[in-house]
């Protein structure tokens, strides 16, 4: 074989080598983006589906807001007269880490005793975060320096890990409300109320880079009483129990996830719902529909700043 032969053949393996290098770059390269694109796909679409959950149970979930609301409902969650001394203020931003104690337990099951603290009022929102309302609400209750509770979605805090990291870094509690909101699922079983709440705590805890924070509180999807799942809800609230995990409900509220509320439907049932109460858990809601609960969040805060409500959370309780 001459020399030049050689150098041909040479050649002519290199530029198959190249061909080669080629095909194989293009593949990657079509691969990586095709299941780049699949994951966004499979993102937004499981946004719309848990969105489309979300709004699903909302009706459902009205409903036992109303419930809620009936003065005989609160009578049940005020069933005996308590101590309990919530210290005013908070702790310092960035450290919070509830402690859950015997003491904490027992005030959060006489949450609504009166006390030598007089009238205070705990801001919770449920469902959250969501991009549209949550950092509105946040800037907002930053402004009046305010903490709150926020009962956030597992579904909702994988979506956001980054605004449930600035609920808790303004200082707000993070509370637990499941992870799907659906309730053929969450009341599927006792056991199933536990894995929603486990799974939640696991995202919580990721999103904000702590092991050791928990919460312990978790608020039951629709409220914790009556309807088509009261049998499931009162035996998970022993199972509930048993894994250290309390759950509060609300006695006031301004019906924002009812039906279609007005401006001035929120204003009023707040009011209303308030009235004569030493002791709030006001529910309300940081879903992207939920425009007008930033809209009236001011005026909101303003009457019960004027009725002589204090803010607090739920770290005053587990401390
Ligand atoms: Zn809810």
């Given at each position: 074989?001459?020399?030049?032969?050689?150098?041909?053949?040479?050649?002519?393996?290199?530029?198959?080598?190249?061909?080669?290098?080629?095909?194989?770059?293009?593949?990657?390269?079509?691969?990586?983006?095709?299941?780049?694109?699949?994951?966004?796909?499979?993102?937004?679409?499981?946004?719309?589906?848990l969105?489309?959950?979300?709004?699903?149970?909302?009706?459902?979930e009205?409903?036992?807001?109303?419930?809620e609301?009936?003065?005989?409902?609160?009578?049940?969650?005020n069933?005996s007269?308590?101590?309990?001394?919530?210290?005013?203020?908070?702790?310092?931003?960035?450290?919070?880490?509830?402690?859950?104690?015997?003491?904490?337990?027992?005030?959060?099951k006489?949450?609504?005793?009166?006390?030598?603290?007089?009238?205070?009022?705990?801001?919770?929102?449920d469902?959250?975060?969501?991009?549209?309302?949550?950092?509105?609400?946040?800037?907002?209750?930053?402004?009046?320096n305010?903490?709150?509770?926020?009962?956030?979605?597992?579904?909702?805090?994988?979506?956001?890990?980054?605004l449930?990291?600035r609920?808790?870094?303004?200082?707000?509690?993070?509370?637990?409300?499941?992870?799907?909101?659906?309730?053929?699922?969450?009341?599927?079983?006792?056991?199933?109320?536990?894995?929603?709440?486990?799974?939640?705590?696991?995202?919580?805890?990721?999103?904000?880079?702590?092991?050791?924070?928990?919460?312990?509180?978790?608020?039951?999807?629709?409220?914790?009483?009556?309807?088509?799942?009261?049998?499931?809800?009162?035996?998970?609230?022993?199972?509930?129990?048993?894994?250290?995990?309390?759950?509060?409900?609300?006695?006031?509220?301004?019906?924002?996830?009812?039906g279609?509320?007005?401006?001035?439907?929120?204003?009023?049932?707040l009011?209303?719902?308030?009235?004569?109460?030493?002791?709030?858990?006001?529910?309300?809601?940081?879903?992207?529909?939920?425009?007008?609960?930033v809209?009236?969040?001011?005026?909101?805060?303003?009457?019960l700043?004027?009725?002589?409500?204090?803010?607090?959370?739920?770290?005053?309780?587990?401390?």
């Open positions: 074989m001459e020399p030049s032969e050689i150098h041909d053949m040479i050649v002519t393996k290199k530029l198959n080598m190249n061909k080669v290098l080629i095909v194989i770059t293009i593949a990657v390269v079509v691969i990586a983006s095709s299941v780049t694109a699949g994951i966004i796909v499979s993102n937004k679409r499981k946004e719309k589906m969105a489309s959950m979300v709004q699903e149970n909302a009706q459902t009205s409903n036992m807001q109303t419930e609301e009936n003065p005989q409902n609160d009578t049940q969650e069933i007269q308590g101590e309990s001394n919530v210290g005013e203020g908070n702790q310092s931003q960035n450290q919070n880490i509830p402690v859950y104690s015997e003491n904490a337990k027992n005030k959060i006489n949450m609504y005793a009166p006390d030598e603290n007089g009238k205070v009022a705990y801001l919770t929102f469902d959250g975060p969501s991009d549209k309302i949550t950092p509105q609400i946040l800037d907002i209750l930053k402004e009046q305010i903490k709150a509770t926020f009962f956030v979605l597992g579904s909702r805090a994988e979506l956001y890990p980054e449930v990291k609920e808790y870094e303004e200082g707000h509690f993070i509370a637990n409300h499941g992870y799907s909101h659906v309730y053929t699922s969450v009341y599927a079983s006792p056991q199933a109320v536990l894995d929603e709440y486990n799974h939640t705590d696991r995202i919580i805890k990721d999103a904000l880079g702590k092991e050791e924070y928990s919460g312990h509180l978790f608020r039951f999807p629709g409220g914790s009483e009556g309807g088509k799942y009261a049998n499931v809800k009162n035996d998970a609230k022993k199972i509930l129990e048993e894994n250290n995990v309390s759950y509060i409900n609300w006695n006031c509220l301004t019906n924002d996830a009812v279609k509320p007005t401006h001035d439907s929120i204003i009023n049932d009011k209303s719902t308030s009235n004569g109460k030493e002791r709030l858990v006001v529910l309300m809601h940081d879903t992207n529909a939920k425009q007008l609960t809209d009236t969040l001011l005026e909101n805060i303003n009457y700043r004027d009725q002589g409500y204090v803010f607090k959370n739920f770290y005053d309780i587990m401390k």
